[in-house]
């Protein structure tokens, strides 16, 4: 996180750039307008001190369009003026600053609002974080931490449009634990969680990082396989299979052999392909694999 | 407006005591910014004559904003001031106020490059 320094006057500059270097803050400096904008561009700028008069764009207007493009992260603006009638104080934080100051500037109430500035950035991430692991949590399943159902179906949504324009297939795999009832009948359920938990950690371990994988039900869980034909999936249906299947998987109750049944569908197979038609599909194909005998792989 | 503030009982060009104030008391970085004033300065100057000359007061009012901005902040009242001074003429569109102006931020910035000189030595 970096402070912005835009002042066309070079003794000026190098008077801010050297006390605000010796609070500690990583500083980078402007001397003109334009070059201040392509500092912000340029990312990490979270707070910005910006001189009023500059040739180019000027520090209001520079306030004006960081305000209008705004980026993720909110930039804190001081405005540096030797102008100190309240109209032009006015139109300043009217522009979109946050604070400003009269020059010559007061080294020691800089200094002050600076920490005051950078506070309320530091708040702005914090709260930005939380909002951002809400939102995680919210999208996912609390006991596999996979997506949760609307999340992976928004997902093969959004695929589907996006390979349907760069006509590409889309396939989906439904994957179901075999026996996962009696497992939960004989084991006890918190075996059974361990199953699953550990069903859906090797299943996402084998996924390339384009494809996801998401929770679709009780025991059933989705994967969304972009730019991906029918024999492709097959294959990548069939390392999930053996992942599964090639070694028990510990729970209080011992080592359990788990095996799972896997139905996949592609929409090249489709003339008008939706989400739900592709997943019904794979669901029927996971059927049939279910009546074969469970622990296979069933494609179309 | 910040008013000009003159060091008291001397006619010395700066007040030291509030330019080295603003930044910790360093001396040595207190030449090194007079360095970067006279040479600011001097091109600045010249642009301020041409624009008097051409009779352009829109630029003198600007660079007299300029260089009063810049001596403000190392705490030369007296070249704040004329420079100042410049600013108003432009702004009011006085141009043999412009005129005098000129010659008297040039004495003034003359006093400074003399006090450098001797504290060097």
Redesign the interface.
Same mark, same amino acid.
């Given at each position: 996180m970096k402070i912005l320094v835009a002042e066309?006057?070079?003794? #000026?500059l190098?008077?801010l750039e +050297?006390?605000i270097g010796?609070w500690g803050y990583d500083i980078v400096v402007a001397g003109n307008g334009d070059q201040a904008l392509r500092k912000i561009g340029d990312g990490n700028v979270r707070l910005a001190i910006l001189d009023w008069?500059m040739p180019g764009m000027n520090g209001l207007e520079i306030c004006k369009h960081i305000r209008q493009n705004n980026g993720s992260n909110y930039i804190y603006i001081i405005l540096l003026t #030797?102008r100190?009638r309240s109209q032009d104080i006015l139109e300043g934080l009217e522009a979109g600053a946050d604070d400003y100051m009269? +020059?010559?500037?007061n080294?020691l109430e800089l200094r002050a609002r600076l920490k005051t500035g950078w506070r309320i950035v530091e708040l702005e991430d914090k709260l930005l974080e939380s909002n951002r692991k809400l939102k995680d949590l919210a999208s996912r399943d609390s006991l596999t931490s996979l997506w949760n159902r609307a999340n992976i179906m928004k997902f093969l949504e959004e695929n589907m449009e996006r390979c349907k324009r760069e006509k590409q297939p889309v396939s989906t795999i439904m994957v179901d634990i075999d026996e996962f009832k009696r497992t939960n009948d004989t084991c006890g359920h918190f075996a059974g969680d361990i199953v699953l938990i550990q069903v859906a950690k090797r299943l996402e371990r084998c996924l390339r990082k384009y494809d996801k994988i998401g929770r679709y039900g009780g025991d059933e869980m989705l994967i969304v396989l972009p730019g991906c034909g029918l024999k492709e999936a097959g294959d990548i249906a069939e390392r999930l299979r053996l992942v599964v299947d090639g070694e028990k998987v510990n729970t209080p109750a011992g080592g359990l052999d788990i095996s799972i049944t896997l139905g996949c569908s592609s929409s090249a197979g489709f003339s008008r392909p939706t989400p739900e038609t592709l997943v019904q599909a794979s669901d029927a194909a996971l059927y049939r694999g279910k009546k074969q005998g469970k622990n296979c792989v069933v494609t179309g | 407006? &910040?008013k000009a503030k003159k060091p008291h009982g001397t006619s010395s060009p700066i007040d030291m005591e509030d330019a080295l104030a603003?930044? /910790?008391g360093?001396e040595d970085?207190l030449r090194? @910014?007079l360095e @970067?004033?006279v040479e600011?300065f001097t091109s600045r100057f010249s642009l301020l004559d041409k624009a008097v000359r051409g009779g352009d007061l829109k630029t003198v009012a600007e660079i007299g904003?300029?260089i009063? /901005?810049?001596s403000? &902040? @190392?705490s030369l009242p007296f070249l704040q001031e004329q420079a100042f001074e410049l600013e108003k003429a432009g702004k009011t569109g006085d141009l043999s106020k412009a005129r005098t102006g000129l010659a008297a931020l040039g004495t003034e910035f003359r006093k400074l490059k003399v006090y450098m000189a001797t504290r060097a030595d």
């Open positions: 066309d006057d070079r003794v #000026s190098r008077i +050297k006390n010796d008069m #030797s100190d009269t +020059k010559p500037v080294f | 407006m &910040n603003r930044i /910790g360093d970085f090194e @910014l @970067l004033y600011d904003h300029t009063k /901005g810049s403000a &902040n @190392l």
